[in-house]
């Protein structure tokens, strides 16, 4: 009886399981869900959980499923170079959250070689009218427009280990994890993003951002491959959950750019000054002068050193509230009679090669002391004068140095000279965005070096606003773009070995006026060599080589673009 009873118990159970599975098939094929797509038991939740998510999405119909069109996103063996692989455009309406689910990998090298995101206006990267909100990276870093606050990102990514580095933890979390990305397109005119990282021993770490946007035009959003790849599992848009957004008070107020002394008699004593507010969540931003109240204006009737104290009495959201306040000095002095150049800038001569425009004078050394209407005499400073451009005619020119006083414009010329080049990339006035301007396209024979000097011009903003070169064929097919900065990216730059001796801390303000010789090597082998030889105005010398990038040493050609800078080459062997 026990064995028959235990028999027909088995039975009922085979045939109730029978029926539950029979049944979940005709529902999930009902909602033209793939019920065969399980292919691994370690994929099982993740696929159960979309199931749901699906069948809740057609009940309730807030949820919209996106068709994903690049399931896997990068080669598999994580050759990607930067911004050289992305995903699908994903299209973001005001008041919906963009969902993207997928498996991140990446080389486990560098914190950047995983997942990033870039959040932009339009779907089309070439595009005129393309432009970028940012780029967040998922190592906690980012770039973007003049709305970007790196301190608006947050993380809780741990120590596991108790070494007091939370990134060799990070990069081991991160390969092989499943990412929830969260991008919320909210009404207010702000994007939130929220990124969660499941890792394969179960370890979940979470990075949240958000930054203004359109509150009214579509965002787009898509992802970028750095020695990474990604497998795409799901994308769906659902109602926006950010209606509003948390006011928060000001904590801090700093002043930049103060006029370093006014005349006597001028009441101008803001000048062009710039007063950044920061806020109780860690974001700053500009504030308008006329927002300001100052609470002791100076007496410019009389000469000497004034306190002028400046203060901000609104919320993040325009609401008045508890002020804070800063104070800066500043020193009244009689008018300006004269001026004269006592110490010529460090730079003295400037190649060119367009006429189209005067060339941008660097002021770095230059010393002009004022006369003053009473007969003394002081250093006057550089942020008090105005510089003309230098007339771009090879030989002796000169720039216009001028102070605009309250009575008179007073001028001083600062002799320079122009030597020709033979070419040049980039515009005279930094203007040259990045991918927009490019030297001739110069060949390099089997076994053969090819020799370019150049003087690099640049704004000194970035490390990159520097010359770049691009390793290509005839047929403009990219090997690896190399930049100054120990920088680049493509199939060939994965092979490269990079080695410098830069100084970081004095690379940047160095820039400008270099001297930059540049040899490519092609090997015979299929590999080449890149050498920057750079020499500063001050005379110190520096190198930057990459050595073994994969190319096709039968067609191996080269380029030069820059971005915020510009390029005066004046030998090319």
């Known amino acids: 009886m026990k064995r028959f009873n235990f028999m027909k118990t088995a039975k009922l159970m085979i045939c109730t399981l029978c ?12 909602e033209k869900l793939d019920p065969y797509s399980i292919d691994a038991p370690s994929d099982l939740q993740n696929r159960i959980d979309s199931i749901e998510a699906a069948k809740a999405g057609a009940a309730t119909g807030d949820t919209t499923y996106l068709s994903i069109a690049t399931a896997i996103v990068g080669p598999e063996d994580n050759s990607a170079g930067w911004w050289a692989y992305f995903s699908d455009y994903f299209t973001i309406p005001a008041n919906k959250l963009l969902v993207l689910e997928y498996v991140n990998h990446g080389t486990g090298v560098n914190n950047w070689n995983n997942w990033n995101l870039a959040i932009v206006n339009v779907a089309d990267r070439d595009a005129d009218n393309y432009s970028e909100y940012f780029v967040l990276r998922s190592d906690a870093y980012g770039w973007g427009n003049d709305d970007f606050d790196l301190a608006m990102i947050s993380q809780n990514y741990p120590d596991i280990d108790g070494d007091e580095d939370i990134w060799n933890d990070f990069r081991s979390i991160i390969q092989g994890a499943y ?4 991008i919320d397109h909210s009404v207010t005119g702000n994007v939130f993003v929220t990124a969660t990282a499941v890792g394969t021993d179960g370890t979940k770490i979470e990075m949240t951002y958000q930054q203004p946007v359109s509150a009214t035009e579509d965002i787009v959003a898509f992802l970028i491959c750095d020695g990474s790849y990604f497998e795409m599992k799901n994308a769906y848009l659902i109602p926006s959950i950010m209606t509003a957004v948390d006011d928060v008070n000001p904590v801090s107020i700093t002043v930049e750019g103060i006029p370093p002394f006014v005349e006597i008699g001028d009441t101008n004593f803001w000048g062009d000054a710039v007063a950044t507010v920061t806020f109780a969540d860690g974001s700053s931003s500009e504030v308008d002068s006329a927002d300001l109240s100052f609470l002791v204006v100076p007496d410019m009737t009389t000469l000497g050193e004034k306190i002028v104290s400046v203060a901000y009495s609104k919320s993040k959201q325009g ?18 009679s004269s001026i004269e150049i006592t110490t010529l800038p460090d730079i003295t001569e400037y190649y060119f090669y367009n006429d189209t425009s005067g060339v941008i004078l660097d002021i770095t050394g230059l010393v002009v002391t004022a006369t003053y209407s009473d007969g003394t005499t002081g250093v006057i400073a550089n942020n008090a004068l105005e510089f003309g451009e230098i007339p771009a005619v090879e030989g002796a020119q000169a720039a216009v140095i001028s102070y605009d006083g309250a009575t008179s414009t007073v001028t001083a010329n600062c002799p320079v000279t122009l030597v020709r080049g033979i070419s040049q990339v980039g515009a005279s006035d930094f203007t040259t ?8 396209n110069y060949a390099v024979a089997s076994g053969s070096s090819t020799t370019l000097t150049m003087y690099c011009y640049s704004n000194e903003v970035n490390n990159w606003n520097s010359p770049c070169v691009i390793l290509r064929k005839a047929d403009a097919t990219e090997n690896a773009v190399v930049r100054m900065d120990n920088f680049g990216w493509g199939d060939g730059y994965v092979t490269a070995a990079l080695s410098n001796d830069w100084n970081w801390d004095t690379f940047t303000p160095n820039i400008n006026g270099s001297k930059v010789v540049v040899t490519v090597t092609n090997n015979g082998d299929n590999s080449a060599d890149i050498h920057y030889d750079v020499t500063y105005n001050n005379g110190e010398a520096h190198f930057q080589l990459y050595e073994g990038i994969t190319v096709e040493s039968a067609d191996l050609n080269y380029a030069l673009v820059c971005e915020g800078s510009y390029l005066v080459i004046v030998n090319n062997e």
């Open 19 to 30: 029926t539950a599975v029979l049944a979940a098939l005709v529902f999930v094929g009902c």
């Open 179 to 182: 990412v929830t990305l969260k």
């Open 319 to 336: 609401e008045y509230t508890q002020a804070v306040s800063t104070f800066y000095m500043l020193e009244v002095v009689n008018s300006v």
């Open 433 to 440: 965005g990045w991918w927009s301007e490019f030297s001739s």
